[in-house]
């Protein structure tokens, strides 16, 4: 059985730096891409960033220079580091992992 375990989010001031991490076990880790999704209240779910089984990065346009996707497949982990947030970055992060596992979620919030 895959399950994914985030963890790292918390509450930061707008223009600081978080790093959330993505524990999968149950798969052959290094096998898939790895995910980064986010729901804001009232928004629809939307992409954040992924990384192939190859190690290719791939960013939404508001994550692009702020964001990056990495991940270590001797860990079976990924990591999200954050920089610069902003309040409107707020939202629940969600890892998901082979285009069809997700994580529980973890909390960003982004206030002053």
């Known amino acids: 059985q895959v399950q994914l375990l985030e963890s790292g989010g918390g509450l930061v001031q707008p223009g600081g730096s978080l790093r959330l991490f993505c524990a999968v076990s149950?798969?052959?880790?290094?096998?898939?891409?790895v995910g980064w999704y986010r729901k804001a209240p009232g928004k629809p779910r939307e992409a954040v960033a992924f990384?192939?089984?190859?190690?290719?990065?791939t960013y939404a346009d508001y994550g692009e220079g702020r964001f990056t996707i990495s991940r270590d497949n001797a860990k079976n982990a990924a990591v999200l580091q954050m920089n610069s947030l902003k309040p409107e970055d707020t939202a629940v992060y969600y890892c998901?992992?082979?285009?069809?596992?997700w994580g529980q979620g973890t909390q960003v919030t982004v206030s002053s």
């Open positions: 998901n992992y082979a285009f069809q596992f």
């Open positions: 990384i192939s089984s190859g190690g290719t990065t």
């Open positions: 149950g798969a052959i880790f290094s096998d898939n891409t």
